[in-house]
């Protein structure tokens, strides 16, 4: 009988006590966001995130956020989790492109696609290989969690009619949108966020380029700034979670895709949630300040800032093979994706306008 | 010792054994599809829902999908699960407008919103709760799963270029365009799909409207009529899982948010691959037939067809509040989703076209 109880329990330890504990084995992975939790739509996304991963793990896959406040370096969080300090990170990908120019190629390229373009192309166009190619060097994966959708132009105290007029106009433009401008004659600032209101009125700056409606309204440009451009410096915005691959092999099979699925499910959030929060404030802000005027630029401001962005672009590519091979498979279907797009969406817009 | 065993087993089975039997518990789920599985982008969706369910229960979770080659009635899986035939269903609830014109609203309105507005509205809009209300009554969740996106206006082998045009043109488009069509002067055919190329061929019709080039390539439609007009029926066309309440109520808590996410995931999965079909085939199409000319209704013929579609849904309106409750919440969101939508995506690629 001994006998029999030791062999019973070696085998329910072997097996169904064992796997039990397995299967309810927690996992707890550490984020750290470029966003404190306070930003509209962005400070709403790993949030989101953290209760989906919860939720559809059943309580097994457990995500700690840390913002800014406690990390202390929005602009390092690739560095922590190429290191394994975190394990994850939230974060805009072109806030790192001094580091290497690539990592700006899957948030925003000046004239590049748009968000539909830019997720056909992600998923379905061959973005995906590429990313996992280009990423596997740092020792993560980056997996796209979200959108800002497209970004506005800025917001201008003067209008802009020819290229001439950008000759020392001071604007506050990050990233590559501000390389090209400058390259075209622009000064560009970098103020603190909140400074930027201030110096907007007193004409320290000429102009300032933020996000969208639902970003900008709190920062009150459109009460001292009255031209609102349409954007062409980031046709979407895209964000984020970048995993540690070491923390990512440690999951179970099944929390992996949990980790993936969270992250998608937050990041279409994130887009439905902007465009949401984008209409009902632009409706606001047009209603508060009735003098906003919605500009877009000429012909020959938008071919000269196309032809200095092609030319960073393409200067960045001569340096860098793997620069060359995404931004080649971006070119070639962003032509193809926007011929559709023209007879398509921007087809029903224009055909239907009142 | 026999005693102890007992109490050891009893033990074990009571909590460690089943509590593990139950976590192991594979829960199995059918599925009803209105499209065979030979469909491009539509027939792919119930298999990536049934894969992506299957991952993230760890296998816990198994649909079994019947395509209309097997349950024979791809126009009634509404009642399927209704009566709890079907746990699930996948379709365009459109289908069903017969049944309850309300359903229409979820898939598509002519001159309503396209897919980013939609999604925006039911997300954060208040459509789901309006959809939640609205499918109780039928024992069921409506849950999006993908869309096509906007829909072509269809193939036409003679320009309309007024209002006049219409009057006794045969054309073959279903559902609600019909409708609004017919209204004007139109003629309606229901003719086979497997009968429509020879029927444009031999001009038994004037036009067909399908979907979009993913779907309209094997058909062959572009070799018989010259002219591909854009959309104003379909702006979106979502499609749907319907779930069963029943069936949903038995599941754990876990695998009810698993099938959402799934549904999501592939839902997600649709409208990029359409996107990216659409766009790769487009240029295949303008490439083999040069010949076709993309064009849009002239003015007169778009104000006439947006008059006749408020006329028919303001007719349903009447008869019905809470088709009354959601079209007026469908148009509030629309009004500043447009304006929007109109100085971001829109504007971004009328002002950057070369």
Not at 45 to 69: C, H, M, N, W
């Amino acid at each position: 009988m001994r006998k029999f109880l030791a062999t019973f329990l070696a085998f329910a330890t072997a097996t169904t006590l064992f796997a039990s504990d397995n299967d309810k084995k927690v996992y707890r992975l550490k984020l750290a966001t470029s966003y404190e939790n306070t930003m509209p739509v962005l400070g709403d996304v790993v949030a989101d995130f953290k209760k989906y991963a919860d939720e559809l793990s059943g309580g097994r896959l457990q995500i700690r956020i840390d913002t800014p406040t406690k990390h202390k370096a929005p602009f390092e969080v690739f560095d922590f989790v190429k290191a394994g300090q975190y394990d994850l990170a939230y974060t805009a990908l072109y806030y790192f492109k001094g580091k290497d120019p690539k990592t700006m190629l899957w948030t925003a390229v000046p004239f590049g696609m748009n968000t539909p373009e830019q997720h056909a192309w992600f998923y379905y166009g061959g973005g995906k290989e590429l990313s996992d190619k280009m990423f596997a060097q740092y020792n993560m994966k980056s997996i796209p969690m979200g959108s800002t959708g497209i970004q506005m132009g800025g917001w201008f105290r003067k209008e802009v009619n020819s290229l001439a007029d950008l000759q020392g106009l001071k604007v506050r433009i990050p990233g590559f949108g501000g390389e090209v401008m400058s390259k075209l004659g622009a000064s560009i600032n970098t103020i603190p966020t909140g400074e930027l209101y201030m110096a907007l009125e007193m004409g320290t700056i000429d102009a300032v380029e933020w996000v969208s409606p639902v970003y900008d309204m709190s920062l009150g440009f459109g009460k001292v700034a009255k031209y609102y451009y349409t954007g062409w410096q980031e046709p979407t915005a895209d964000t984020h979670l970048l995993v540690n691959n070491k923390s990512y092999e440690k999951l179970p099979k099944d929390l992996q895709l949990i980790l993936e699925a969270a992250a998608r499910m937050a990041g279409e959030d994130m887009l439905n949630k902007g465009f949401y929060e984008n209409s009902r404030i632009w409706s606001q802000m047009k209603t508060q300040n009735p003098n906003i005027e919605v500009k877009s630029f000429p012909k020959d401001v938008v071919d000269g800032l196309r032809k200095a962005t092609n030319e960073i672009l393409d200067a960045e590519a001569a340096k860098d093979p793997m620069f060359k091979e995404i931004l080649e498979s971006q070119r070639a279907f962003q032509k193809i994706g926007r011929e559709w797009y023209k007879i398509s969406d921007f087809a029903y817009i224009q055909n239907t306008a009142e």
